[in-house]
Structures are given as structure tokens and as C-alpha cells.
């Protein structure tokens, strides 16, 4: 490895099982903050078709075992989400060294709870293969080498105050658009 390049310091925590019931709040912004997602016109959120895919793979997520997808706001640049993981117990997951357990086909275990980081990367690539389908099929704009910003802005919800102050502040970001740091006009 190349010592000359910066380091990306991990904003997760090093030691914590982040597949532990529990509520996350997860921001996940495009590459460059490129409005990929669709526009906000007269302070609705206008999806496009990338954002309606986006939108329906969101929804998706709670397909896997233990996973409730709260709330979340899909923006022009970026996506607010509220996870909750319910009865997940580190104690019976499965080892992937065992024998008798297969994987399945989305890299998680039969059975098993994911991370927030697997559900992350299940829904960036999921996005990021169709995307790229439509940029052949459909003449949908091609992008630089990432559709999604390489990490993601997890937040681990510790009691009910703050979790309706999250819900709030999601359910308020359109009507905030200008004022947000990921603005783009």
C-alpha cells in the first residue's frame, strides 16, 4: 500500500455489532453530490426514475430478517433513513465457518441479521446495476466511476427523544432544501 496516500479514518464504531437490535439513523449521499435521485419542485420531492428505484430498493431492505425500515426521505443528492433492527441475537448467528450453513445469495447467511453496513451495500449495488443497465438500455446520464459516495453517515439512536427529533428532521428535509449543506440547485 501506498503511504503517501491519505488514510480514510472510519467514523464507525471499532468493536460494536452493528446488526444488534437497536435503531441507526443512515444518510447515504451520491458521488459528488450529483442530483441523480430527481429534483424538488414548489417543495415537493419530484423523483425520477433512478430516484423511484432507489425509493422502491429502500423499501426493499426489510425483505431481510429483522430489518424495519422506519422512515427515510429520498433527495435530489442523498438519502435519509431510519433502520431499525428488531430481536436480532448475536448469540445464535450462525458461523460462517460451519459446515452445514449456506450463504445466501446476497452474501448474508440463511437467517441471519444483516449489518447496516450489508444493508448499505446491498442497496448500492443494487442501484448502481440497474442504474448502469439503464444507462445502455434507456440513454440515462452516464456517471464518473461511482454512482454513491464510497462511505455512508450512521448515527445509533439511544433513546425515543432523539429518535423523534430524527423523524422530524427527515420528514422536514425537502421543505429545507435550500438551507441543507447537500443543496445543489
Known amino acids: 500500500m501506498d503511504n503517501d496516500l491519505p488514510q ?73 433513513l431510519i433502520i431499525n433492527i428488531v430481536g436480532a441475537d448475536p448469540r445464535v448467528r450462525p458461523s460462517s465457518m460451519d459446515p452445514r450453513v449456506r450463504p445466501a445469495q446476497s452474501g448474508l447467511t440463511q437467517g441471519s441479521t444483516p449489518t447496516i453496513g450489508q444493508c448499505v451495500k446491498r442497496l448500492k449495488t443494487l442501484t448502481t446495476h440497474i442504474y448502469i443497465q439503464n444507462i445502455e438500455k434507456n440513454y440515462w446520464p452516464p456517471f464518473n466511476k461511482r454512482i454513491w459516495q464510497r462511505n455512508f453517515y450512521e448515527h445509533i439512536i439511544r433513546n425515543e427523544e432523539e429518535l423523534n427529533k430524527i423523524r422530524q428532521y427527515i420528514a422536514d428535509n425537502v421543505v429545507n432544501w435550500r438551507q441543507d449543506k447537500n443543496f445543489c440547485p
Request: proline share 3%.
Open 8 to 80: 480514510r479514518k472510519s467514523i464507525h464504531l471499532k468493536d460494536y455489532d452493528y446488526s444488534s437490535p437497536g435503531w441507526y439513523y443512515l444518510t447515504i449521499c451520491t458521488q459528488d453530490r450529483q442530483c441523480l435521485l430527481g429534483k424538488i419542485i414548489n417543495g415537493k420531492m419530484k423523483l425520477n426514475e433512478f430516484g423511484k428505484i432507489t425509493k422502491g430498493k429502500i423499501k426493499g431492505l426489510e425483505k431481510y430478517q429483522n430489518i424495519n425500515v422506519d422512515i427515510y426521505c429520498v433527495m435530489p443528492n442523498h438519502i435519509h
